[in-house]
T-cell receptor
Framework: DGGITQSPKYLFRKEGQNVTLSCEQNLNHDAMYWYRQDPGQGLRLIYYSQIVNDFQKGDIAEGYSVSREKKESFPLTVTSAQKNPTAFYLC?????????????FGAGSRLTVL | QQQVKQSPQSLIVQKGGIPIINCAYENTAFDYFPWYQQFPGKGPALLIAIRPDVSEKKEGRFTISFNKSAKQFSLHIMDSQPGDSATYFCAASIPLYSGAGSYQLTFGKGTKLSVIP
């Protein structure tokens, strides 16, 4: 079955440590996205990538970094510069040029900073 | 300009009731308005969507009403069931840049719906 796989599902991190969240899709989608979800805050865009080797900052990119070396993969690194990293992180993908932005989401990764 | 305001934050209805969730936007460049449904611990999934040239769209028990002049749209769930209990997000889409094939979605803050038996 096609879909988006995020791992790990739960992750604990000590303050000052970087952590990388994995996102893999087998939908052959061109565009991929990372969102952050906090209670009562909705979904906020961190980074997005329309094609391999290219990505753009979203609304809350500070303290995060991404790479897009393969079409299928879009890992997110939460760096120690992110002041409040505890959140639910969602990866999504969409078909380029579909005429509208229909996102397919992964099941999410919950990061807790101890 | 990029905000989508969603209300209420939470909603409790009895089984069979018709919960209504409202959203409002300012940017008239938005051209696609989807609703996403999210169950606890899962990612959101597209539920239903509408374009601004249509005033209403129905899919099963879910209906979107769209008022272009008021810049508002709403989700109605007919004959709601306990299985509809989830968080619902409205969103609005805009091209990333002129002529782009990619779009950016702006989400509302979500409505947590509880349908009690």
């Amino acid at each position: 079955d096609g879909g988006i796989t995020q791992s790990p599902k739960y992750l604990f991190r000590k303050e000052g440590q970087n952590v990388t969240l994995s996102c893999e899709q087998n939908l052959n989608h061109d565009a991929m996205y990372w969102y952050r979800q906090d209670p009562g805050q909705g979904l906020r865009l961190i980074y997005y990538s329309q094609i391999v080797n290219d990505f753009q900052k979203g609304d809350i990119a500070e303290g995060y970094s991404v790479s897009r070396e393969k079409k299928e993969s879009f890992p997110l690194t939460v760096t120690s510069a992110q002041k409040n990293p505890t959140a639910f992180y969602l990866c999504a993908s969409s078909i380029e040029g579909a005429g509208a932005n229909v996102l397919t989401f992964g099941a999410g990764s919950r990061l807790t900073v101890l | 300009q990029q905000q989508v305001k969603q209300s209420p934050q939470s909603l409790i209805v009895q089984k069979g009731g018709i919960p209504i969730i409202n959203c409002a936007y300012e940017n008239t460049a938005f051209d696609y308005f989807p609703w996403y449904q999210q169950f606890p611990g899962k990612g959101p999934a597209l539920l239903i969507a509408i374009r601004p040239d249509v005033s209403e769209k129905k899919e099963g028990r879910f209906t979107i009403s769209f008022n272009k002049s008021a810049k508002q749209f709403s989700l109605h769930i007919m004959d709601s069931q306990p299985g509809d209990s989830a968080t619902y997000f409205c969103a609005a889409s805009i091209p990333l840049y002129s002529g782009a094939g990619s779009y950016q979605l702006t989400f509302g803050k979500g409505t947590k719906l509880s349908v009690i038996p």
